[in-house]
Structure formats: C-alpha cells, structure tokens
C-alpha cells in the first residue's frame, strides 16, 4: 500500500519506518526542514533500539521517503496518518492546532478516496474534528479513523511489531478493511485487532495509560507506606504482582514516572473529565503522589548532610526519564537537578544518551562526565535517577575508591540490602530499609 504519515517524531517515525518495513511504500512528511534534511540524508533524527537498522535499508530500497511538502507527501495515499504533537495547552486539555491545521489543508488536497487516521493521542471527539475539518475542503469522499499507538520509547520498534493488540475506531466498513490489511503482518501471532467507535478508541489510549500511571502511583505510595511501618516494598511488591489478576510489570517503585506520555495524558484525561463535569478522583491523586514522589529522596540528601550541601558533589546517573532513550522529558532526574543546585550542590552527571539533551536545556550549571565513574570521582554521593543496565552491576571497589565516601541515594532502586550492607556504604531507595554503613 502507499501511505503517507505527516509528523515525524517518535510515533511518526517509527509508525513510517515499521510499515515501510512491511512492504508497503511510505512517505513522511513534516515541516522542519532541517529534519527533513537529515533524514533524506540517510541521519536519524531520534534515539530508538533497532530504528536505525530498519530506517536505512528501507530508505536505501527506496520504500521510505521524506518530504516537507505535504501535498508532494500524499500523492497516491491510500491511507494518511497524523502523528502530530498534542502538547498541553494552559489548562492541561491537549492542543489539537498541529493536527486540525493539517486536517484543513489536507481536505482539498485528496483526490481519491482516502482513509485518514488519527495517531497521535487526541482527546474523545476528536475523530469527528478531523471529519468536519476535511470535509471543508474534501471532493472525494474519505474516511476518519482513530489508531492510537501503544509504544513504549526504548522498545518502540518491538511494540510495533508485535503488538499486544492493535485497537481501530471506525464506523466504516471501508475504512475497516482498509485498515485491516494493513495490519495484518502485525498481528500474525495471534493478538487481536480490536474494532470499536472511534470515541471508544480515543478513550482506550488515555484508559490505558491513565491506569498504568495509576499502578505506578499506588505502588509509590505502598512503598512510602513500608518506609513508615518497616516493611519492605520489594518483597510486597512480588507478594502482590505474582497475583494475576494484578500483574508483575509496572510495579516498580522509584521517583516517579516522567516522559512524553503519562504526564500529559493523565493530565489530559483529568481536563476532558472535568469538562463534562465528570470528577475524576483517582486521576487527581494519581498526579499528587507522583508530583511529590519526583522528590522524595531530597529530604534524605539534606537530612544525611545536616542540611548543608554547599560544598558537596552530587554524582547524578541518569537523565533519561527511563533507560534506552534520549528523552528528558518530564524526566524526574531534572527535577531533582534543579533542587540539588538550588541547595548549593555541584552536580557532575552522566547519562549514556540523555546528556546531549540536556545541555541544551540545563547548560553549564552542571559537569557533563563521560562515565558514571568520571561523575564519581571526588562526589560526596551518588544519586541514581535512572535504571540504566549499566549502572546495574558497578564496579563497587572502583566506584569506592573514586568517591570521597561510601553514600548512594538510588531513586530505582537498583541494588540488594545485603550486598549494599557488605560493602559498608550508606545507601537509601524506595520503601527499603535504609543501609547506614
Ligand atoms: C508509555 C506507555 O507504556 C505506552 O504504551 C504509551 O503509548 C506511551 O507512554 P513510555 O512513556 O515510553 O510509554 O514509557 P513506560 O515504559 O511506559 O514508562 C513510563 C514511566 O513510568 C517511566 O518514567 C518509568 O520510569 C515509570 N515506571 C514504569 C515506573 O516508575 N515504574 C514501573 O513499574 C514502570
């Protein structure tokens, strides 16, 4: 099939690539001329597992191709999709003007009919925007059809491939089909295609991502909870995950969660609730338990340096809001950053792909290290904010030697009581028993 995706940032390009990869001959479009450049140049404009494998064989075989003219990008489409940004408006609604911009001009620009689909995350209804906004200008008769994505950064390329599920809004038969066929190479596992209307698809995206933070969230505070009454939230944690009915995955507790996604739509979904006068209780505190858990190893910094840390080095690994990525978003690192300078702290960091991004953001108030050990050497502690496999498996006696003493404030969680107890250093995480070295 021919297919255009207009928008080509993470959702938009991994969508292009992955579906250029099934034979099917893709354009992408955007109006950044600068990355349009770069990537008809053969440079990948992201940081993604497996993208960039993908990303140059199927442009070297001519199945992938970028363009900033969108009427040049949607010549012979039979299928268009939208992965344009929804950033959060003042209010915290997502911002449609990206996606309804491209709605109007693409109306005049069909010639045959076409099938539309709506990608990016967009709040219930909007599906029925994007109808009214190209049939303005529309000749030919098309179709609206909601896809949301389900990727997670770092593994986007597998979840696109193999899918749990994939989940189509439409009321069409026509554009069923059409949609169908597409997916077909996707789902030859067994995982389903979901059909429903497309409300109820929009719907599904912010529900699934709403009650994942919501899992996130409960756990943080189960955790907070074992610090209290001496309990240990690991092993509650498996206590209650090995109940399938639960779940094991995304239970971890640590210092929240960030990135471009469930900030923003828990965020969103708590507007649009409110908008039909709904009160959405649970989204509410699911927001006020992550924004204070972002933090919640502070206090601990300044209570273990009596409340001065002027003078002091703070090794911070990981910037990333989750391993396997370059995304700064949103990323808990940042805020911690921000309060261990404000307390008069020198900040060394090391990130394996997130520093380039925040240079750009953070500049010169912090040192830029190339390893996690060259950000130890000569700290007064070490903080990890994010659970790169590299920070995993130190080398303890090295990491020991570089630092001016044995402290680690680990914000994921990433070692063992018992080996941190050996070691002699003074290590505090998440609803753990603290070590005190
Ligand atoms: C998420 C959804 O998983 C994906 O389906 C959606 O389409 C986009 O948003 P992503 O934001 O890439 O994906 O990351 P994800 O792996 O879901 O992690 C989100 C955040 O939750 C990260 O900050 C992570 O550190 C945190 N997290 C995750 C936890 O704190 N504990 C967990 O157990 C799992």
Known sequence: MKIAVVGTGYVGLVTGTCFAETGNTVTCVDIDQEKVKKLQNGKITIYEPGLEQLFERNLKQGRLAFTTNLKEG??????????????????????????????????????????IVDKSTVPVGTADKVRERVAKGAKVEFDVVSNPEFLREGVAVEDFMKPDRVVIGTNSARGRKVMEQLYQPFVRQGNPIIFMDERSAELTKYAANAFLATKISFMNEIANLCESVGADVDSVRKGVGTDSRIGKRFLFPGIGYGGSCFPKDVQALAKSSSDVQYDFKILKAVMDVNADQKTRLIPRVKEYFNNNLKGKTIAVWGLSFKPHTDDIREAPALYNIDLLLEAGATVKVHDPEGMENVKKLVGSKIQYCETPYEAAEGADAVFIATEWPEFRTPDFEKLSSLLKAKVIFDGRNLYDLSVMKELGYAYYSIGREVVHG
């Open 74 to 115: 949607i010549e012979g489409a039979q299928i268009i999709f939208l992965a344009l940004p929804t950033p959060p408006g003042e209010d915290g609604s997502a911002d449609l003007k990206y996606i309804l911009k491209v709605a109007d001009d693409l109306g005049p620009l069909l010639k045959d009919f076409t099938v």
